[in-house]
């Protein structure tokens, strides 16, 4: 496994951490599971890590040291690639011919990586991309930076270079065969996982009472790094409007925001907050510090609804995470959020970003009892349907495919 620009062992929900952080981490558990030996490498960001952790069994998590620990953007990452490239190739120059049966990279970054070794070692190259440049750029949110054009030549490059890739949803299948040109011959769909023993449906009054929530409160939640993509300030913008049109649920509305800074959101770490304020909601809403999975279930499960306003998810892990634990969600009907809720099922989806229509949609859900009931009801009932068993079974399924169609390097 390569993931460059971060590491498996972060905390998701700030900084560059999040679904890749947990994609490779629960991945790699069920492959070393199903018997399988995993090295993921991953750029070191603190002197204070040794260089190779075991993360579990059959797991080891290679820091590799290329560029200085901190301060470097990822934007700045590509200057260090070749460094990167050399640390992986000169630690697998130290095992036994053939040490390694083949490559999985994450995001383009690792992709250009993963082609290097791929070539070197004669091993296929599968490739999963996470987000992608051109789709990025076609839904940017307000203040934030499109992305530059040497990750679309690069992406480009990884597309052509792998023997397998695997996309999140059949969207995003789509997106990589009409704006990259990838063969469809070598795209696969499957979908990531939920850890189904963490999110798992709970007593609410027991989940407030464990997070400090009134038991009686209209509790909705934000979960994700708070960076313009995923759009907190329209939900903080709906509240508001929420609150004006309908001020007697001031006092028991609780809006949790779990998370931390990333991205373009690091500029102006304080702007929520400050948003919040301008707002006249500072009193409703929460700011709470990302928190690791176990914690972030018993979120998911003291919430009324779960928000996930984003512009763009390649497919919606927290959306996922949130309706395993039986709690509804209203999500922004872009990328693959439609594949993981079911509107008037177990969720809503909402197909702007205008604050008012997000007003409506919550109204919806925290007023109407009965419907509120009927989608926690359809979220438990297909709480199942997404799993890291599930997906390990069929990604190992595509590393078969791979092999058998490794090409000659390109």
């Not at 990259?180 to 989940?207: I, K």
Request: net charge negative; glycine share 8%.
């Amino acid at each position: 496994m390569i993931s460059v620009h971060t590491s498996p062992l972060d905390q998701p929900g700030t900084g560059d951490a999040g679904g890749l952080n947990v994609y490779v981490v629960e991945l790699s558990r069920r492959l070393a599971a199903a018997g399988i030996e995993v090295d993921i490498f991953t750029r070191a960001t603190s002197s204070r890590l040794d260089t190779i952790v075991e993360a579990g069994d059959r797991i080891k998590v290679h820091n590799i040291h290329a560029g200085p620990f901190e301060g470097l953007t990822k934007d700045e990452l590509p200057g260090q690639l070749c460094v990167f490239a050399r640390e992986v190739l000169r630690t697998e120059a130290a095992q036994p011919l053939g040490h390694y049966d083949l490559v999985h990279s994450h995001y383009w970054l690792s992709g250009q990586v993963g082609a290097l070794a791929r070539d070197r070692w004669g091993v296929p190259l599968v490739h999963t991309m996470h987000t992608m440049a051109k789709v990025k750029n076609d839904a940017l949110a307000a203040g934030d930076s499109p992305e530059p054009t040497a990750r679309i030549i690069g992406e480009e490059q990884v597309v052509e270079a792998a023997d397998m890739l695997i996309a999140s949803t059949d969207i995003e299948a789509k997106q990589l065969i009409n704006l990259y040109d990838a063969d469809p011959g070598r795209v696969e769909v499957v979908h990531p996982g939920v850890d189904l023993a963490v999110f798992r449906p709970r007593d609410t009054a027991a989940a407030r009472r464990q997070v400090g929530l009134p038991a009686d409160a209209h509790v909705v939640l934000f979960a994700g790094r708070l960076q313009p993509l995923k759009a907190p300030d329209v939900l903080l913008r709906a509240v508001a409007l929420l609150l004006a049109e309908t001020p007697d649920l001031r006092p028991r509305l609780v809006v949790p925001i779990v998370g931390g800074p990333s991205g373009t959101g690091l500029e102006h770490p304080e702007s929520l907050a400050e948003l919040a304020a301008e707002l006249g909601i500072a009193d409703v809403v929460r700011f709470v510090p990302p928190v690791p999975a176990a914690e972030l279930a018993v979120w998911d499960a003291a919430a009324s609804v779960v928000a996930v306003p984003s512009y763009n998810e390649s497919f919606g892990l927290v959306a996922a995470e949130a309706l395993a634990t039986g709690t509804p969600v209203i999500a922004a009907a872009v990328g693959g959020l439609p594949t993981v809720v079911e509107d008037g099922r177990d969720g809503l989806l909402v197909d702007t970003h205008e604050p008012r229509d997000w007003a409506s949609a919550l109204r919806r859900v925290l007023l109407d009892d009965a419907l509120r009931a009927r989608l926690s009801e359809g979220a438990r009932a297909r709480s199942g349907r997404f799993s890291w068993e599930r997906t390990a079974e069929r990604t190992l399924d595509v590393y078969e495919r791979a092999r058998a169609a490794l090409r000659e390097p390109v």
